[in-house]
């Protein structure tokens, strides 16, 4: 039986089908300011999540370069952000799977649309891979057998900053297995 691996955007993505898209969220418009895009919480009693991949895609190329980083912030999660409903965290190998483990809500597994999100003080960070480029779009996938871990009680995040002083809109997910 495979494994349980399941995907979540940055934004309400309840019932999408086809090509259907959902809107794009803005980064901060402050040079080099990073900002929590989508986090993810894992169960607080299951073991850990792995970290299957992530990607974005942006709808048009940005002026300057944009820093990406998927972190592991310890028990450090950002808040105020827009919690996640179990319709938005999609079964990707299994449709009619159990559902996932994650904990919902707007500091747990989340996502920023707008107003000014609480990133909190990170003082134990696992820097899990970074891009620092102005490309349209980006997927990694992390070879089988030698995916992060992220244990029970941590937060996983996917984070993006501008290099200049303008907003940048773009679509971001994680993936991961359970």
Partial sequence: MPAKVFRAY??????????AMFGTQATANTLGTPRTMLQIA????APSLRVVGWGYALPTAPAANIQFELLDTGTVFASSLTAHVSAGIHRMNGPVAEP???????????????????EGTLSTTRLLDTRYENG????WRFELGREPEIPAGNCLR????????SQVSLVCWIDWEE
């Fill in 10 to 19: 940055n934004g309400a993505a309840g019932a999408l089908s086809g090509s």
């Fill in 42 to 45: 894992p169960a607080s009693t």
């Fill in 100 to 118: 996932s483990t994650v904990q919902l809500g707007t500091a747990l597994t989340a996502y920023y649309s707008t107003g000014t999100p609480t």
């Fill in 136 to 139: 349209l779009s980006f997927y």
């Fill in 158 to 165: 996917l984070r993006a900053a501008p290099s200049s002083s």
